[in-house]
């Protein structure tokens, strides 16, 4: 199976509501990475955890890193219709490695 | 500034026949790579170098064949098409050291649809 494994696959929920991925990754890591993808384009990097870190914020966004349990989460607080992409969690093992992102569409 | 650009946007083209995509970085990184998107959305490395060096060469057909004349360019060539190669192809760059260690953040094109008919 793929290193850095996201869940759920889909999200749906509505504008103004808390969205929470999870990426599940099997090896050892240096920094786990959160990428968005909208609709045709190209990945756009939004946070990078350090495998000392245990939690980090960029404006609306919060991640968490638990090595102990192999685990990271997004969390994407106040949701826009805008953040609906699909999201991408990455590890390096030592090469960067995707995992299979998770679809999130926010209603207006 | 485009920071990663690619072409063709777009490439349809039929099977058996060899096609180029072409990729240009200007931010200076040292290190690119050349991804395969498929229709799951499941994105998987097919080559990086490192200041035009090969680094890495996952388990992808010798049809396919990178080449980085210097370290902004990371072209790709395909002979032979064929239907399973159809996706979607993305460059991206980034600082990294050559060998093992800490990825940084990469910088990815806007990708290169491919449909081989």
């Known amino acids: 199976s793929q290193q850095g494994e996201e869940d759920p696959q889909a999200l749906s929920i509505q504008e103004g509501e808390n969205a929470t991925m999870n990426c599940s990754y099997k090896?050892?890591?240096?920094?786990l990475q959160w990428y968005r993808q909208n609709s045709g384009r190209g990945l756009v990097h939004l946070i990078l955890?350090?495998?000392?870190?245990r939690e980090k914020h960029s404006g609306r966004l919060r991640v968490t890193l638990d090595t102990s349990k192999k685990s990271s989460s997004l969390l994407i607080t106040a949701s826009r219709a805008a953040d609906t992409a699909s999201y991408f969690c990455a590890t390096d093992d030592p090469r960067l490695t995707f995992g299979e992102g998770t679809q999130l569409t926010v209603n207006p | 500034d485009t920071a990663v650009s690619q072409t063709p946007k777009y490439l349809v083209t039929q099977m058996g026949n060899d096609k180029s995509i072409k990729c240009e970085q200007n931010?200076?990184?040292?290190?690119m790579y050349w991804y395969k998107q498929d229709s799951k959305k499941f994105l998987k490395i097919m080559f990086s170098y490192n200041n035009k060096e090969l680094i890495i060469n996952e388990t992808v057909p010798n049809r396919f064949s990178p080449k980085s004349p210097d370290k902004a360019h990371l072209n790709l060539h395909i002979n032979s098409l064929e239907l399973g190669d159809s996706a979607v192809y993305f460059c991206a760059s980034s600082q990294d050291v050559p060998s093992g260690g800490a990825r940084n953040e990469q910088f990815f094109g806007p990708g290169t649809r491919l449909t081989v008919l």
């Open positions: 955890i350090r495998s000392n870190e």
């Open positions: 931010l200076g990184h040292d290190t």
């Open positions: 090896t050892s890591i240096n920094n």
